[in-house]
């Protein structure tokens, strides 16, 4: 800040530095990429060893979902276009930093994946942080039925097609929200339809592609 006209100093006065702003001063969450300040986190699932880390596993005509190659691997076999299958982690959280590191193999198009918070005890609702192929993203709830908050739009910050890496990540703090691509904070909003602390984990939905699957490297939190 410019000193004011009344304030100048005089013969008196001890002379100090005029303080700057510098690097060693903390960013605020919605401008910078989240890993580059907070630190260590409050949990984290790397999958090693064929540890779950606490997601939910299985395999129907539908979808497969279990732990290969130190990932939570999630399959799609296209038996019904358009389903959505979710694996949620046992654990609550309410105010968090949560993001996932996600290999996309086979994918095109519309072909659906992303990450699932604030997910209630029944574990069949929660926020949906949807990400394609193609490079378009949305944001809905699901109790029963979808509600859409922010419709599918496309950003540059999403590597789009198969055998790509993305880094999904969702700040919450009470009915706040910001969207984090690849450590790029794409959209704020603000909701109320899931006040409370809920599960998290991951969704996947195929449209285009026999086979679509995504692998979950890691997961970790920030409380």
């Given at each position: 800040p410019e000193p004011s006209a009344t304030t100048e100093p005089t013969a008196t006065m001890t002379e100090t530095p005029t303080l700057e702003p510098t690097a060693t001063m903390t960013p605020t969450p919605e401008n910078e990429d989240p890993l580059s300040w907070l630190g260590n986190a409050s949990w984290?699932?790397?999958?090693?060893?064929?540890?779950?880390e606490g997601f939910y596993t299985g395999d129907d005509e539908q979808t497969t979902i279990e732990v290969a190659n130190d990932a939570l691997t999630m399959t799609?076999?296209?038996?019904?276009?358009?389903?959505?299958?979710?694996s949620l982690n046992y654990r609550?959280?309410?105010?968090?930093?949560?993001?996932?590191?996600?290999?996309?193999?086979?994918?095109?198009?519309v072909?659906?994946?992303?990450?699932?918070?604030?997910?209630?005890?029944?574990?069949?609702?929660?926020?949906?942080?949807?990400?394609?192929?193609?490079?378009?993203?949305?944001?809905?709830?699901?109790?029963?039925?979808?509600?859409?908050?922010?419709?599918?739009q496309y950003s540059?910050?999403?590597?789009?097609g198969s055998d790509q890496y993305n880094r999904l990540g969702v700040w919450a703090e009470d009915n706040t929200f910001r969207l984090y691509i690849n450590?790029?904070?794409?959209?704020?909003?603000?909701?109320?339809?899931?006040?409370?602390s809920g599960h998290f984990g991951f969704?996947?939905?195929?449209?285009?592609?026999?086979?679509?699957?995504?692998?979950?490297?890691?997961?970790?939190?920030?409380?």
């Open positions: 984290t699932g790397d999958f090693s060893g064929g540890d779950d799609h076999h296209l038996t019904t276009v358009g389903w959505h299958t979710w609550t959280i309410k105010n968090f930093y949560y993001e996932a590191d996600v290999n996309i193999k086979q994918c095109s198009g072909d659906e994946y992303g990450l699932v918070f604030r997910g209630p005890g029944d574990y069949s609702s929660g926020y949906f942080f949807s990400v394609r192929c193609n490079g378009e993203y949305s944001l809905r709830t699901y109790d029963g039925e979808y509600e859409t908050i922010l419709y599918w540059d910050a999403i590597n789009t450590g790029k904070m794409i959209k704020q909003f603000t909701d109320e339809t899931f006040p409370d969704l996947i939905a195929g449209y285009e592609t026999p086979g679509f699957q995504v692998e979950i490297d890691r997961v970790r939190y920030w409380q």
